[in-house]
């Protein structure tokens, strides 16, 4: 019998360079105290700490670390916001240049067709989540019929783990029938369980664990790993939820928005 392998990945999450509070080389760092195998960051409409985010997967990784980094971005359309990940630096900061970095400026399908050229994995995060720019199950179903041709290459976001953290049960409810919803309106889509990490003590909270007798050591094999509707992972909360891990991701999450909010203001401003 072939011996297995364990990916643990965690495939949402924000640097210093939108509205979060680590810099791309604590995020990695955080992902490795995580025991996170695979990180991804995707901070929002920009790539710009990507290069730093590969250097320090690189460093790690000659140390004999066993990381794997995602080069992502979470972009903000009119319809929702929506993850873009890609297997190398080059594509990801190529497909930025078109993207606008004002909120929702973005038309959904014209960037979902923009990004077809450089063959990314699209995730869909927080659906049905009140006040952080959520699809709605309808706008999955439009999504998964429109695009069709792309199955296998979009993932839904099952579990946010900073939602969950962060916000009181009532306005997660909807979001919380997604597994039944994926049931009952047949999506041919994996579910992923991703943390949205905005500051060290939620990177790896919430992810996406798989079992695969594959040896997958890089961005380009994982990615296409999960392309495969077949390969599903076990989503999952990954870290316990504390009264006190709780007080400290609220207090830190609000810091995070009121930066973001003033560098962006100051970025309108000129």
Known sequence: MKQLNHLLADLHGHSIYSDGLC?????????????????????HNTTLG????ETKINECRKQGKDIIGIFGME???????????FDNKTDAIEFGR????????????????ISE????????????????????FDDIDYVLSQYAHLIGSI??????????????????????QIVSEHKNRGWKANLFGNSDFHSFNNVGFGVTSFETELQITNAKE?????????????????????????????FLTTIASVRYSVMMRRKAEG
Do not use: C, R, W
């Not at 810099?23 to 901070?43: K, R």
């Not at 009264?243 to 400290?248: D, G, Q, V, W």
């Open 98 to 113: 078109y993207i606008k970095v004002g909120h929702d400026q973005n038309n959904f399908d014209e960037v979902v067709t």
């Open 222 to 250: 994982f990615l296409d790993y999960i392309k495969v509707l077949e390969n599903k992972g076990e989503v999952k909360i990954n870290k316990q939820n504390t009264l006190m891990h709780k007080a400290k991701s609220v």
């Open 117 to 136: 050229k450089y063959n990314p994995f699209i995730l869909i995060p927080h659906p049905e989540i009140p006040h952080v720019s959520s699809f709605t």
């Open 75 to 85: 972009v903000s359309t009119q319809k929702g916001h929506l993850l873009f990940l």
């Open 155 to 176: 993932g839904i976001e099952a579990i946010n783990g900073l939602s969950k953290v962060v916000m009181p049960s009532f306005m997660l409810k909807k979001h919380k």
């Open 23 to 43: 810099t791309p080389s604590q995020v990695v760092e955080s992902a490795i105290e995580s025991g996170l195998t695979v990180v991804a960051l995707t901070d």
């Open 50 to 53: 990507l290069q730093e985010f």
